[in-house]
């Protein structure tokens, strides 16, 4: 794996992704939620939907690798997770994020990343271990918000961590299966 100079250039970090069905039915509801909120930007591929779990943009090479041991090493069994609302997110005006969210089906994933979380603190990390967490997939970012509504749940069995760049698409520069 290499990642150098991937924080400084473009965008890394690390997410899960929807097995391919769960984005592909993920993307057809946000074609008709799309239609009926009268949103007009451009969806979110299907490929780059995503969960962001931590942003890497800007840590040291140093600093990337020592996350990236502390990714490998977490031992946690695979989890379901599941999304039952879309809503806007307050971004900037003409750029509002709008996505699926959740609460109950999102426990365990919130529980996971505060994991993670204190895996890294333990390698001098400690920058994110303040960070929020509102777990979302972003379907597509509009001038228009839209209030919160409940949608059918969508979800999927969480089962890798994948180290993302975003730099003229998603490269995936790793991935660790979760295993206990």
């Known amino acids: 794996m290499t990642t150098s100079g991937a924080s400084r250039d473009g965008r890394l970090f690390l997410a899960i992704l929807p097995d391919d069905e769960t984005a592909a039915r993920i993307h057809r509801m946000a074609e008709i939620l799309k239609r009926a909120h009268g949103l007009r930007a451009q969806l979110t591929a299907r490929d780059r939907l995503h969960v962001t779990l931590f942003p890497l943009i800007g840590l040291a090479e140093p600093d990337v690798e020592k996350a990236c041991e502390a990714f ?3 031992r946690v069994e695979p989890f379901e997770i599941s999304f ?4 806007s997110f307050r971004g900037r005006p003409g750029s509002r994020p709008f996505v699926l969210t959740g609460e109950d089906g999102l426990r365990q994933l919130k529980s996971f990343r ?9 390698r001098g ?3 994110f271990g303040r960070r929020e967490f509102t ?3 972003t379907l597509l970012f509009d001038d228009r918000a839209v209030e919160e509504h409940p949608i059918g ?4 069995t969480v ?4 180290l993302i760049h975003s730099m003229k698409g998603h490269h995936h520069l790793a991935r660790w299966p979760l295993r206990v």
Do not use: F, I, N, Q
């Open 125 to 127: 990390l400690t920058y």
């Open 135 to 137: 777990p979302h997939v």
């Open 72 to 74: 490998g090493e977490m």
């Open 159 to 162: 089962r890798h961590l994948v």
């Open 114 to 122: 505060r994991s993670l979380a204190a895996a890294l603190m333990k």
């Open 153 to 156: 749940p969508v979800g999927w």
């Open 84 to 87: 039952d609302r879309s809503m």
